[in-house]
């Protein structure tokens, strides 16, 4: 059920990409969604990729150095609880946005997203959602607090009103990941 939720959410993002956009991974990892972001945009799009480990950082450039597509992507080692400072000043309305919350997979386990800053992630990425953006929000809630930060999820994505955006999620069996899809309506 990952592996189809991860391919729903790439579907869904794509479909508000346009050629030359700016769009955000926000919990960049070990690059999946980064690679599969610069293949968009892409040779005058732009992807901003951002997480706080130097892992995620070295195994998202070999990935996008190997594709031949480490120039589309600003690679930047910041955490999205202070997401504002570490993107660019001159950030443009963003096409799309991914967010995958938890933990590096491969990486320490006790390193994860966690509810305030992942929220306060959240609300940024609507804020520079471009009209007709489209942003996934992709929580595993096997790890700990995993479970609380998808309610809180939940609860935040439960108050956003219609008149401004569409929200729609998947959810996998049991503790399985849960997916939540935005796209900011066209005002």
């Known amino acids: ?12 993002v794509r479909d508000g990409i346009t050629r030359g956009a700016t769009v955000l991974d926000a919990t960049m990892g070990n690059g999946y969604d980064t690679l ?9 799009g732009q992807v901003l990729a951002l997480d706080r480990q130097t892992d995620a950082i070295r195994s998202s450039t070999a990935r ?36 995958n919350l938890g933990y590096l997979p491969g990486g320490d386990k006790e390193i994860t997203t966690s509810t305030a800053s992942t929220l306060h992630a959240i609300r940024f990425a609507l804020a520079h959602l ?12 096997g790890h700990a607090g995993g479970v609380d930060e998808a309610a809180a999820v939940a609860s935040l994505m439960q108050s956003l009103t219609d008149n401004q955006f569409i929200v729609t999620h998947k959810k996998a ?11 900011r309506v066209v005002a």
């Open 1 to 12: 059920m990952t592996e189809r939720l991860t391919s729903i959410a790439q579907h869904f």
């Open 36 to 44: 599969f972001l610069a293949q968009c945009v892409g040779d005058d």
């Open 64 to 99: 996008l150095t190997q594709a031949g597509l480490v120039q589309r992507v600003q690679l930047i080692l910041g955490d999205h609880a202070t997401i504002e400072q570490d993107l660019p000043e001159t950030c443009p309305p963003l096409a799309a946005v991914m967010l």
């Open 130 to 141: 471009a009209p007709s953006g489209r942003m996934t929000c992709m929580a595993y809630r």
């Open 173 to 183: 069996p049991a503790n399985g990941p849960v997916l939540w899809m935005v796209e």
